[in-house]
Nanobody, 126 residues
Framework: VQLVESGGGSVQAGGSLRLSCAAS????????VGWFRQGPGKAERQGVA?????????YYANSMKGRFTISQDKSKNTVYLQMNSLNPEDTAMYYC???????????????????WGRGTQVTVSS
């Protein structure tokens, strides 16, 4: 699965951004999709949100619930991450991951996915 993220940028605290993850035009390319982020100086990527494209079931990290919304447009093979009420702690490189691996654990772990995009930078200023 090939993935291209877009929609990152610089916003002030309290602002919003919508990230897009365009997947290759394969029938199953968006069956499993997750958004991850890696903040400055952080060694690991943090799971933000995920969606089971087959059922529409969504998953969120606790700190993102109520602020972030993941959604999909199957006709465009695209998954979105709407981010509201952004704060400086949300500053990070945001990555899209897709492709269902054999890992049966949390959807917010990178092991769940087989392919990764290159990321899009989100910077939130105070």
């Amino acid at each position: 699965v090939q993935l291209v993220e877009s929609g990152g940028g610089s916003v002030q605290a309290g602002g919003s951004l919508r990230l897009s993850c365009a997947a290759s035009p394969d029938r199953h390319s968006t069956d499993c999709v997750g958004w991850f982020r890696q903040g400055p100086g952080k060694a690991e990527r943090q799971g933000v949100a995920a969606i089971d494209g087959r059922t529409g079931t969504t998953y969120y990290a606790n700190s993102m619930k109520g602020r972030f919304t993941i959604s999909q447009d199957k006709s465009k093979n695209t998954v979105y991450l709407q981010m509201n009420s952004l704060n400086p702690e949300d500053t990070a490189m945001y990555y899209c991951a897709a492709g269902c691996s054999a890992y049966g654990g949390s959807w917010l772990r990178g092991l769940k996915y087989t392919s990764w995009g290159r990321g899009t930078q989100v910077t939130v200023s105070s």
